[in-house]
């Protein structure tokens, strides 16, 4: 089983490797990847650098290339796959179909993943990815459960990777327009979800009151841990009552899950948080090792809390175990 | 979307005494200026890196105002005329400001700590332009300032990692640090 762990600089790319990642994913500082944040992100050089030091170390490095081409722009995504791929990049991973069929045109020998950008959610899509632009690898959305993924495994060849810790989005990936609707920009074409150019913070009455694009998105009591200013974790004002309607704050924590993610058949398990300090990523990818390293050798997993970086301090196993079903 | 898994832990990182507060509050911060003068320029000489991921956010002022102290930092990290000095209270016209413990400042700025965790637990707060102090706190990460290194060469060095030992030592699990 390979851990496939978050670098948004090349500082986290080292803190990832020497935590013990098996493979490093990150993006180029422009809109082609899916954290386009500000001060994220590497360079063609600190890419070309980053691989090096990876490979020095017998660590992969996949580069996302994950949003979806704007029209009459397509040559950023093109160019964009061509660096990676002459950096020495192990795996692209892409979503929009024009950068799928690009890449396997243009560097038929490239390894090719399937972003979970592409909401790649039933056999026949993951064939369809397989079969046509030769992706070995599909990333699932953060909407099935185990029995699913692993129906999935047995109906296809693609390898799976599947997120087990960080942000949760709750919607099919690729599809949600919520950040568009408050800012004009989302994740899917620009990179970013709740940019934080239109996010601001202000103290009223001891609550902190975030906003997005003038949305108010969440007010946060004293003593209440915080989350992301982000639409489908804010509260809404409903003709039955004020609240969470898509999802609380909360991080996703599958450590749990991990034999049973292992029994399914997935090849990879993927840390979300490249928009995240060095500190989380050591301490996450340091104890999923630790986990990992426990469950392959047949001996119970360390107990690890994790509820701390987890946002909201609160963690769920998502659509992992569907519990309101 | 409740689930019976979710825990909540709180993550508190050491704050200074307060005694140690009232007892600097009536010194002048006219010493303080030329070191901090000497440690910004220190910083932009040893980690030009900086810049290139501060990008357009290079020209802004920022207030960094640490809880536990009795005075402030106005920072300023433009190439042509860098600034960072000490202030009793932060001036309304500044880009971005981020308040929160003096160890949780430093954690941050090192690297031993994550920004996001202590905004979650509700020990650091962000004010004004967010990308702005995004990309400081991202570029401040990825340049890995070694504070004590900074000032005082390899001694600050080792003084700094014992001082940090102690002071995480008193805090509750954030860092990376307290996983191992």
Not at chain 1, 115 to 122: D, E, K, L, T
Not at chain 1, 157 to 180: D, K
Request: proline residues 6%; glycine residues 10%; aromatic residues 8%.
């Amino acid at each position: 089983m390979e851990l496939i762990c978050p670098a948004g600089t090349p500082a986290s790319l080292e803190a990832a490797v020497e935590a013990g990642a098996d493979a490093v994913y990150c993006g180029f500082r422009d809109e082609t990847n899916a954290r386009n944040f500000p001060g994220l992100n590497f360079s063609r050089e600190e890419l070309r650098k980053g691989v090096a030091f990876a490979h020095r170390r017998g660590v992969k490095v996949l580069v996302a290339i994950n949003t979806f081409a704007r029209a009459g722009a397509f040559g950023l995504w093109q160019e964009a796959i061509d660096d990676a791929v002459m950096a020495g990049a192990d795996a692209l991973i892409l979503a929009d179909l024009a950068t799928l069929d690009y890449a396997h045109r243009r560097h038929p020998g490239q390894r090719l993943h399937v972003s979970v950008q592409a909401g790649a959610a039933n056999p026949d899509a993951i064939r369809f990815y397989a079969e046509t632009f030769g992706a070995q690898r599909v990333v699932l959305p953060r909407v099935l459960n185990v029995m699913e993924i692993a129906s999935m495994v047995r109906e296809t060849s693609c390898e799976t990777e599947v997120f087990v810790f960080g942000g949760l989005c709750v919607m099919e990936e690729g599809r949600c327009s919520l950040s568009s609707y408050a800012t004009g920009q989302s994740p899917n074409m620009n990179g970013v979800c709740s940019p934080a150019s239109h996010v601001a913070y202000a103290e009223r009455n001891g609550h902190i009151v975030s906003t997005l694009g003038g949305f108010t998105i969440n007010s946060f009591g004293k003593d209440e841990p915080a989350g992301y200013p982000t639409l489908c974790k804010g509260r809404f004002a409903t003709p039955r009552g004020s609240g969470y309607i898509f999802e609380e704050p909360v991080s996703l924590d599958a450590a749990l899950m991990l034999p049973a993610l292992r029994d399914a058949g997935v090849t990879a398990f993927k840390i979300e948080g490249r928009q995240r300090g060095r500190a989380y990523i050591a301490g996450v990818v340091s104890s999923f090792r630790k986990i990992l390293a426990a469950i392959d050798e047949g001996r119970s997993p360390p107990a690890v809390s994790l509820a701390a970086m987890a946002e909201g301090q609160a963690s769920t196993v998502g659509a992992y175990r569907k519990g309101w079903r | 979307m409740s689930d019976p898994q979710m825990t909540r832990s709180a993550a508190i990182p050491a704050t200074l005494p307060p005694g140690l507060a009232r007892a600097v509050a009536p010194l002048p911060l006219a010493p303080l200026q030329p070191l901090l003068a000497l440690m910004l320029h220190r910083i932009g000489r040893l980690y030009p890196d900086l810049y290139g991921r501060l990008g357009e956010h290079a020209d802004k002022r920022f207030g960094i105002d640490p809880t536990d102290l009795p005075f402030a930092l106005l920072l300023e990290p433009s190439l042509r005329q860098p600034r960072l000095c000490a202030v009793r209270a932060l001036p309304a016209r500044l880009d971005a400001s981020i308040r929160g413990p003096l160890v949780g400042l430093v954690g941050m700025a090192e690297g031993t700590l994550d920004g996001d965790a202590l905004f979650f637990s509700r020990i650091l707060w962000v004010e004004g332009d967010v990308a702005a102090a995004l990309a400081l706190r991202n570029a401040i990460d990825d340049a890995r300032i070694d504070f004590g290194a900074v000032m005082l060469g390899p001694l600050g060095q080792r003084l700094g990692q014992v001082l940090r030992r102690k002071l995480q030592g008193r805090s509750a699990a954030v860092g990376a640090e307290t996983w191992s």
